[in-house]
Structures are given as C-alpha cells and as structure tokens.
C-alpha cells in the first residue's frame, strides 16, 4: 500500500543536446541547394500557423536523402526522426514542377531503373546502389563524368542476359511538335498552316484557330436593335388636366421658350 505521509518527487525529462543538435543538422540538411531548390513564383508559397515560407521542391525521395545524410553524418539518425525534422515548406514536386531539366532528368532515370526491376533484370532500383556497382568511386569527378580508365567502360551487371523483348517505359517529355515538324522538312510560314498541320498530326487535341478579325469583332459593341415603340414611352407628357403634349423623337437642344418647345421636331397638343 502507498503511504499517504510519503514524499513523492517529480522528474521531468530533461531534452538531450545531441538530440536537438541532430534535429538542428537536419533542417539545415534538408535547406541546402544539392538537396532541395527554391521556387520562384509569388504563389509557390506555404504558410502553416501564420509563417508563411516560400516553397522548396526536393530533389530526390526521402529514402534517398536519408541514405545521403548516413553516409555524410555519422551519427545514427532514424528515418522517422529524419521525415520529422523536415520543414513544411520543403516539399516534393508535384506535377506541375516537372517543367525543369533537373527534374525531368531525375525522375526519367528513376523511371527506367524501376521498369527495370519491375522485370528481375537488376537487383536493386536504388539510384546511388546501382552506380555504386558501376563505377570505381562516386566522389570522382573522372568516375561521374565517364573519363575514368577503369569503369568507362563497366555495364550495371544484371540478372539476365540480354533478349530482344520490348520494354515500355513511362518517361516525362516537353514535346516541341513546331521543331520537329520543320526538322521533318515542312514550312510553318503562318499561324494558319501550323493550324490545318497540328490539326491532321493530333487526333487527340481538340484546337481551335481564332483569327485576328473575330477578335476585333469580339471586341466591338453590338449594334443596338430598335424595340418598336420605346421611343415613345416618355414622350407624352401632362401639366394640366385635360391638356396632353407629345412628341415623336426625344430632343436635347438648349430650350429657349419652355422644357416642352423645341423647333426640332413638330410638337402636338390635344385636349380632352
């Protein structure tokens, strides 16, 4: 039984200085330029509890980044610490930010080593993994740009020997159909045989050609159609009783004699 007289002591847990040292490492990891880039569009922007923080794409997985930082730190790091060090603002890219160069090349390379995994050809479609079995050293520059003696010439060792089967692979493009058609021999002098030529090679774009005449005629007001008897809707006027004055046409000359005398057009008056 607990005694009522005892002396009970708190303990708070006091927070490591290499924990919060390795949580300080990884964000400022995950904020260099070889791991992450910066956005330049003023809406490219996250804000979470009112911080607002223009946004940063990643440049690889975060499997691949946490291997990165194994291998450049040597304090052992979990990659559930790792993803939760990550600053919101650091995202991966969507596919809308597949425009660049750098990411299309990426992502294109990482496409082709998992067709090839996907068909037991490799032993693993890891990126870094597979050029560690294909060069001498990574950290060489000679190595990674193929000027090296020894593994100029060295394949990715695979699983199975070569074959004449057919492997689709999914791959991101920016397709510049005008140079590839004047490439092939034809004239684009206009906006009109690029039209009636994009329109016979794509079968499944709809495209619509407007010309510079419809759009000045988009632009300009429509005539107004006449309704039949508004014209003369307020043209009949009353002061007295039993006197009525009317008119044809409406008048905005300067009066002289009264707001109701004009010599522009011929007045009429009844008595009833």
């Not at 007289?5 to 927070?15: E, G, P, S, V």
């Not at 419809?214 to 107004?224: D, G």
Request: aromatic share 6%; proline share 3%; charged share 30%.
């Amino acid at each position: 039984m607990l005694d009522r007289d005892a002396d009970l002591t708190t303990f708070q847990r006091k927070k490591s200085s290499r924990s919060l040292e390795s949580k300080a490492s990884i964000h400022t990891f995950f904020l260099r330029d070889d791991v992450s880039r910066m956005t330049t569009g003023r809406k490219q922007t996250i804000t979470v509890r009112k911080k607002k923080m223009q946004k940063r794409l990643l440049s690889d997985t975060l499997k691949n980044l946490h291997r990165k930082l194994a291998s450049e730190n040597s304090d052992n790091v979990s990659y559930c610490l790792f993803c939760a060090c990550r600053p919101f603002w650091v995202v991966a890219p969507t596919d809308a930010d597949r425009a660049t160069c750098q990411c299309k090349t990426h992502e294109n390379l990482q496409f082709m080593a998992d067709t090839l995994y996907s068909h037991g050809i490799v032993v693993s479609k890891n990126i870094e993994e597979m050029v560690d079995l294909t060069v001498c050293a990574t950290e060489m520059k000679a190595c990674a740009y193929g000027d090296c003696v020894e593994c100029c010439l060295t394949t990715h060792p695979t699983l199975k020997s070569a074959t004449e089967e057919i492997v689709q692979v999914v791959q991101w493009s920016t397709e510049r159909t005008v140079d590839r058609i004047v490439r092939l021999g034809e004239d684009v002098p206009d906006a009109i045989t690029l039209f009636k030529t994009l329109k016979r090679l794509e079968s499944t774009v709809e495209l619509f050609f407007v010309s510079e005449e419809e759009v000045e005629a988009k632009t300009e007001v429509p005539a107004l159609t006449h309704i039949k008897g508004t014209m003369r809707m307020h043209q009949v006027i009353s002061v007295l009783p039993g006197h009525i004055k009317y008119r044809d046409v409406s008048c905005f000359c300067q009066r002289q004699d009264g707001p109701l005398d004009c010599a522009c057009f011929d007045l009429n008056v009844e008595f009833l």
